[in-house]
Structure formats: structure tokens, C-alpha cells
Nanobody, 119 residues
Framework: QVQLVESGGGLVQAGGSLRLSCAAS????????IGWFRQRPGKERELVAS????????YYADSVKGRFTISRDNAKNTFYLQMNSLIPEDTAVYYC????????????WGQGTQVTVSS
């Protein structure tokens, strides 16, 4: 079992930055691929960014490419989503998740954190 606890959400003005953190416990983070999802109001949950290993197989949704960066610190058992140049359309509940390398399904999820970008 992996427990994930998110932090770092909040209210920010357009053009600002936030860094979301996802602290893992119960298992070693280096054993998992990591991902960040978001659910915007009235929309389905979507994958924003993912990474299999540091610097490898990194994915970004087109809507966040060049603005968001996913990273991990295995020593701290924590991974991050750095969000820059935020726009109101980034307003959503953000979720972190992990999956086994051989799996296509994310098995463990954080509780979600609200990010609100004001114009």
C-alpha cells in the first residue's frame, strides 16, 4: 500500500506560480511511475504530467507544456508539480497518483488539492 498526501494548492493570480508536493509513505517512491491529474469544473479528470523515471518517459498535456514541470526526490519520497505562468483555465482540483512500472493503471491516489487562478 502507498499513501499519498498532497500539499501546496491555493489561490494565485494569473501569471503566478505554485508548487504542488506529493509525499509518499508505505512504499519506496522509486518503485513507481508518478503522475499528476486535474479535474476542472464540469470536466473529466485529465492527466497533466507523468514520469516513469527521472528524465525518462516524461509526458505533459499540450495545455501545460512549457509551463509545468514534474519532478521527484526519491530521497524524500516526494514528487512535485511546478506550475508557472498560471492561467485561469488551470483552476482545478489536482491529484497526484502512482502506478507500478508494468501497469497502465494508477493504483494509488492523493486526496486532491484545490488550485484557483484568478484573472
Amino acid at each position: 500500500q502507498v499513501q499519498l498526501v498532497e500539499s501546496g494548492g491555493g489561490l494565485v493570480q494569473a501569471g503566478g506560480s505554485l508548487r504542488l508536493s506529493c509525499a509518499a509513505s508505505g512504499r519506496t517512491l522509486s518503485d513507481y511511475a508518478i503522475g499528476w491529474f486535474r479535474q476542472r469544473p464540469g470536466k473529466e479528470r485529465e492527466l497533466v504530467a507523468s514520469s516513469v523515471r527521472t528524465g525518462a518517459n516524461v509526458y505533459y498535456a499540450d495545455s501545460v507544456k512549457g509551463r509545468f514541470t514534474i519532478s521527484r526526490d526519491n530521497a524524500k519520497n516526494t514528487f512535485y508539480l511546478q506550475m508557472n505562468s498560471l492561467i485561469p483555465e488551470d483552476t482545478a482540483v489536482y491529484y497526484c497518483a502512482v502506478r507500478a512500472f508494468i501497469s497502465t493503471k494508477y493504483d494509488y491516489w492523493g486526496q486532491g488539492t484545490q488550485v484557483t487562478v484568478s484573472s
